[in-house]
């Protein structure tokens, strides 16, 4: 049995609910990027002195997590019902498939390691 | 699918954002990172003298296509990131399994 | 005869006005990218290095030294020979000379230091060092000289300047127009974003130049007593007003912003600075209120053109100082300051008349000395770095450098 790699880019002012959201089906682990990015929402604009200028990237947060495969879909289901406001600029999740995991304390390989 | 994730130099963010969005590629993920590869660290001055940094600030570029974009994406970042001189990065490719846009819940390459 | 008093206000003012050139430094460097913060520091903390041995070694002798056909100082005064304990009459009859000069030292320092906003993350150090060496010693002495100097014409013509509208703002606000013209834009300028890389630096920076501004205005008066007060309070008004109308404007087009409440307390204490010590505490609020509205649509109209003036030193400075050079013929009262004149709103139309002659010509030989130096020092010594080296950022490129 495999595992995956879920990587989210979501709202920053979302953390919490997507923490307790992934908590809640039993996912603690994770990894939190502070990152820019932009999809279709693309730039905001923002005051300078006097008028507007355009800020091309918005800051985001990368979440990354692995789990197995048998969890991956109530993982996005959790996580993506608790990133959503309906708006653009929700974010996206991306799902890679894991060749290998190893737990740096122990050495554990695999399955153990997630 | 495919992820694409470039390591640049941060001065080289706009040439590739720009030249990315031209070609419709308008989605993508920024980090600051540092990192090294031959080019090592670089000498700064300390109050008198100098010391060496032996990571660089760079910058972490990510972005997912759908398969048939990838050579031309991977093209677009090569071109407008290089400077010929060591430093200019490395661009990695990834298989990506699913891609879910969270604001509709839409799944695959409609997501992307 | 030395009062202590005086004495102690001034060498205070003098402490205070000093720090606004690295306050000047940090509300500079808030507002460049990232990658140019320390080079944006370095161009003001360099100049208080560099322009206080310049004033020592000549530049005080050349603004202040015995007059030359009312254009120049002597060079009486050479390497502060002369300039000792005992006070000048002409100049301040109670406190040491010393005290004089250095406290004018911290003006000639920051003056420099403001046009450097023109020419942010583009400048190459060694060129800059040259520009503002040669600029300090045939610009700004000469115009401290006809405006402040005893002898020089503009004083002589009885227009008035308490504190630096024209020597100070007028002249970086000029300065930094001709020499932006003359290096050009920033790489890229209009098609990429140029973030503020620390607004909370722009904003400290902002309200440690406000601060300092009272040793300014206040310590033009050369002594401690209520011309001081009366010059302070209208200091703080002016600002307290410029900053409200600016954030009012900003918030009528958007959003009340804190970018804009700074920049705009810093246009309103620009304005105020000729006039702080001969106008009431509501005009000063008046000087303030229009100085925000001109310095903000100029700042708008500057962006609309197109010219990389990179930090606005000419809508801010310039258009303050030469509002509140002009402003002190419209609000001057002799009621407030006996050693000044009544102008145009107290029946004294002929004030006005001296006040123009007076900002027209300072802007005028600003702008064209300016942008002739600029020429010559960018023909031999280069102002501008290579592409790559703007690119990379000049806290790298120029000093090996880099920040947070």
């Not at chain 2, 660089?56 to 990131?81: M, Q, W, Y």
């Not at chain 3, 060498?11 to 320390?38: C, H």
């Not at chain 3, 810093?266 to 925000?292: D, E, K, N, R, Y």
């Not at chain 3, 008349?353 to 942008?371: C, E, R």
Request: net charge neutral; aromatic share 10%; proline share 3%.
């Amino acid at each position: 049995m495999g595992f995956k790699k879920i990587e989210a880019i979501i709202r920053t002012e979302k953390l919490d609910e997507v923490r307790m959201a992934v908590e809640g089906v039993g996912i603690v682990g994770m990894t939190v990027t502070e990152v820019k990015g932009r999809g279709s929402q693309k730039g905001i604009l923002l005051e300078w002195r006097a008028g507007e200028y355009r800020v091309e990237f918005l800051p985001k947060l990368k979440l990354e997590l692995v789990v197995h495969d048998v969890d991956l879909e109530k993982a996005v289901e959790a996580l993506s019902a608790a990133a959503r406001t309906g708006k653009v600029g929700d974010g996206k999740i991306f799902i890679y498939s894991m060749e290998d995991i190893v737990r740096v304390r122990t050495g554990e390989r695999g399955r153990p390691a997630v | 699918m495919k992820k694409i994730e470039a390591i640049i130099r941060i001065e080289k963010l706009d040439e590739v954002r720009v030249a990315l969005e031209k070609e419709g590629f308008v989605g993508m993920t920024v980090t600051e990172i540092k990192g090294r590869g031959s080019q090592k660290g670089v000498m700064l001055e300390w109050r008198a003298g100098e010391y060496r940094v032996e990571f660089l600030p760079k910058l972490k570029i990510e972005l997912v296509v759908n398969g048939d974009r990838t050579e031309a994406a991977i093209r677009i970042i090569a071109e407008a990131a290089r400077t010929g001189a060591i430093g200019d990065g490395k661009i990695f490719i990834y298989p990506v399994e699913d891609v879910v846009r969270i604001r509709t819940g839409e799944r695959g390459i409609e997501a992307v | 005869m030395i009062n202590s008093g005086d004495t102690a206000w001034v060498l205070i003012s003098t402490a205070l006005v000093i720090l606004m050139t690295p306050a000047l430094g940090f509300f500079y460097a808030g507002l460049v990218r990232k990658k140019n913060v320390l080079s944006t520091i370095m161009l003001s903390v360099a100049l208080l290095a560099l322009i206080s041995l310049q004033w020592a070694f000549f530049g005080y002798s050349l603004a202040f030294g015995a007059d030359r056909g009312g254009l120049i100082g002597g060079l009486n005064w050479l390497g502060l020979n002369g300039v000792g304990q005992a006070p000048n009459a002409a100049y301040a009859p109670t406190i040491p000379h010393l005290a004089f000069m250095v406290f004018q030292l911290a003006f000639a320092v920051i003056t420099p230091a403001l046009i450097t906003g023109a020419f942010v993350e583009r400048i190459n150090f060694s060129g800059f060092l040259v520009f503002t060496f040669l600029w300090a010693t045939f610009i700004y002495d000469p115009l401290a000289h006809w405006v402040w100097g005893v002898g020089g014409w503009l004083r002589t013509l009885g227009a008035l300047d308490f504190a630096g509208g024209a020597v100070v703002h007028i002249s970086a606000g000029l300065a930094a127009l001709a020499v932006a013209l003359v290096i050009g834009k920033r790489k890229d300028y209009g098609k990429i974003p140029m973030e503020p890389s620390n607004i909370p630096f722009t904003v400290l920076g902002a309200f440690l130049l406000w601060f300092g501004w009272f040793g300014f205005n206040g310590g033009s008066a050369l002594s401690s007593g209520g011309l001081a007060a009366s010059a302070l309070v209208a200091t703080n008004l002016a600002g307290a007003a410029a900053a409200i109308t600016w954030m009012v404007i900003s918030w009528i087009h958007k959003r009340p912003n804190l970018l804009g409440l700074a920049t705009g307390g810093i246009a309103g204490l620009a304005a105020v600075t000729p006039a702080s010590g001969f106008i009431s505490p509501l005009s000063a609020m008046a000087i303030g209120m229009v100085a925000a509205i001109f310095c903000y649509y100029m700042i708008i109209f500057r962006v609309r053109v197109g010219l990389d003036e990179s930090l606005d030193v000419f809508a801010c400075h310039g258009i303050g100082g030469l509002w509140g050079v002009l402003a002190v013929g419209l609000f001057a009262e002799k009621a407030v300051n006996a050693a000044g004149a009544d102008g145009l709103f107290f029946g004294n139309p002929g004030q006005l008349g001296a006040q123009l002659i007076m900002a027209a010509s300072v802007a005028l030989f600003s702008f064209i000395a300016t942008y002739i130096l600029a020429k010559v020092v960018d023909a031999i010594f280069v102002l501008r770095v290579k592409k790559n080296e703007e690119e990379i950022g000049l806290d790298i490129s120029q000093h090996g450098e880099t920040v947070y």
